[in-house]
């Protein structure tokens, strides 16, 4: 769809070059004219030096201004403020009227036939920039008649071009009113088109577009530019409870909300409503730092806001999570921008409720601990990982997040550097053996058949023998392969027991397991994490390492609701072995 904005501005350029162009005719006309009417002896005053050096000043400013029309943005006022025009706005004015002023001068001055090519200069003034410069250039336009009246003919014509002049004003007043209301009228209906009818912010389409322009002006000036994506923590729970009229005072409320703590802090930002419970904001000269201040004051403004029946939400009051991305930092085009902004929200979801996170891929820390031989594997490792997220939508960001839970376990039990990094990696790359298999077993809805399944559990195999092929991560294929087996000894592919299986593939098997329960999936809806946390608490001993689940329930993911009972019987396992 084409930009209206764009377009007139585009249109607005080539009236100006054909204004011009017939202005600099009739000058030369003129300048024929002339010297066919008074003979050769003209020809001496035209070769006058000071007149030479004037002409040629005309034509090479006009020459400049053909050559640049096409490559600036036109500024087009909505109310002609004349303390705000630029050099460019003067010369787009000025060229004409000086054009004008050449040829009556050139044609008879004060007895001239050409008087009423002044109006060509005004009709510019007023249409592209408002009744006051439209009868500002009138005025001026209605003083040089004035003034070659005075010196070189007295008051003989002054009265009729005094005539003349309040006319060519008064055109200049009129033209200029009509141009204002015209544009007024535009921009009120380009900012109700660009507004979201429900809050008042702009929306989703306008967003986009503020995005493209901030983004190129941040990298004309070399200055930051950071996103913020904003959504609203278990708002289908809100809805559900109160109904949806409610839902959407909580919407506006909330837009309130965000609106006052990021112009507090930053007047020049963009905040936008992105999508249903979700809003956008962006922060010209900002860097990603910066950002999680602006984005921190939105999340302690929200929290601390009163919401009707907020105190039956699952933190006793409703909150946000969000997610940031950064120019130059993170991404450089617009797309990626809000794409890694989405990411480090969908991050922010899956840690704890009322959060900032911002945009850092596990893929990136792990290539920056390596050498550039070992990055080259890791870069042809990596493709692997997009073409089985392109093939099954669950496992984007899954594999990311499996790290982060991973690493945190690692972290909780103790760990050392080298073990958390060889866990960090094996977690990355756990569902490597999925390439081999089709996509629409990954992505299939119902129940697997016999042969799906027994094709599913061969990931675990494939994905073990994919790694033993790369010699700086030949160690890891055990973990990898074994992390589908059971503490209890019924998993896949070997049926290992216990302390058996690697410790990593059973911190694996509890963290992939968690991240599956509370995922949405092509056939089911994923679960909260207290219903996840419990799930992982009732197969302790038999699918996952008892006290391994303790730690990764308690300490990891924060769920503290055990009862005595569940204690006793936790304390009574063994350890990690």
């Known amino acids: 769809m084409k930009n209206p904005g764009l377009e007139r501005k585009k249109k607005l350029k080539n009236y100006i070059l054909c ?28 070769m006058n030096p000071l007149y030479s050096l004037v002409c040629t000043g005309v034509f090479a400013a006009m020459a400049l201004l053909i050559n640049g029309i096409e490559n600036r943005d036109l500024t ?51 249409t592209f920039y408002g009744q006051k410069v439209g009868a500002l250039t009138g005025v001026v336009g209605a003083g040089f008649l004035l003034g070659i009246d005075v010196l070189y003919s007295g008051v003989n014509v002054l009265y009729p071009d005094a005539l003349l002049g309040a006319l060519i004003v008064a055109v200049g007043w009129v033209f200029g009113g009509i141009t204002d209301t015209e544009t007024a009228y535009i921009n009120n209906l380009a900012e109700r088109v660009n507004r979201d009818s429900l809050t008042n912010l702009y929306n989703h389409r306008h967003f986009h577009e503020r995005l493209q322009q901030s983004l190129q002006a941040a990298k004309h000036s070399g200055e930051p530019l950071a996103v913020i994506l904003a959504d609203i923590d278990d708002f289908k729970f809100y809805n559900d409870a109160h109904g949806h009229l409610k839902g959407d005072r909580v919407i506006v409320r909330v837009s309130r909300c965000i609106e006052d703590a990021v112009t507090g802090i930053a007047p020049e930002a963009v905040v936008a409503r992105y999508g249903g419970e979700k809003f956008g904001i962006i922060l010209p000269g900002r860097s990603s730092r910066e950002a999680c201040k602006t984005a921190e004051a939105v999340r302690h403004k929200i929290s601390a806001t009163p919401f009707d029946g907020a105190e039956h939400q699952p933190n006793g009051c409703l909150t946000v999570f969000l997610g940031i991305a950064a120019y130059p930092e993170h991404a450089d085009s617009a797309d990626e921008l809000l794409a890694l902004a989405d990411h480090a929200l969908y991050k922010a979801k899956f840690g704890s409720k009322n959060r900032v996170e911002v945009y850092s891929s596990v893929f990136d820390q792990l290539y920056r601990s390596l050498e550039s031989p070992e990055r080259r594997i890791l870069h042809s490792v990596k493709t692997l990982i997009l073409v089985i997220n392109a093939k099954d939508a669950y496992t984007y960001g899954h594999s990311e997040r499996v790290v982060k839970y991973a690493s945190d376990l690692g972290a909780a039990i103790g760990l050392d550097e080298k073990d958390r990094s060889n866990l960090a990696f094996a977690a990355y790359l ?15 809805c119902g129940k697997l058949s016999k042969e799906e399944w027994q094709l599913m ?53 509890i963290v992939d397991s968690f991240d599956a329960m509370v995922s949405d999936r092509p056939y089911s809806k994923g679960k909260s994490r207290e219903e996840a946390c419990r799930e992982i608490l009732g197969g302790a001993g038999k699918y996952y390492d008892p006290k391994l689940a303790r730690v990764f329930v308690e300490e990891v993911v924060g769920y503290k609701s055990l009862n005595a009972r569940q204690h006793f019987e936790l304390r009574q396992i063994g350890s990690c072995g």
């Open 19 to 46: 204004i011009n162009i017939i202005a600099v005719l009739i000058l030369v006309l003129s300048f024929v004219t002339s010297l066919a009417q008074r003979g050769w002896d003209s020809v001496k005053y035209f």
């Open 76 to 126: 087009i006022r909505s109310a002609g403020s004349i303390s705000k025009l630029g050099f460019w706005d003067l010369y787009t004015i000025g060229l004409p009227l000086l054009l004008a002023s050449g040829t009556i001068f050139i044609t008879g001055g004060t007895i001239s036939a050409m008087k009423f090519i002044l109006v060509v200069p005004v009709f510019m003034g007023a």
């Open 430 to 444: 756990h569902d490597i053996g999925k390439v081999e298999i089709d996509r629409k077993v990954l992505n299939k």
């Open 457 to 509: 559990q061969q990931h675990p195999v494939w994905g073990g023998e994919i790694v033993r092929s790369i010699p700086f991560l030949a160690s890891l294929a055990p973990v990898i392969r074994a992390h589908h087996e059971n503490y209890d000894g019924t998993g896949y592919p070997d049926g290992l027991k216990g302390s058996d299986i690697p410790l990593q593939a059973r911190i694996l098997r």
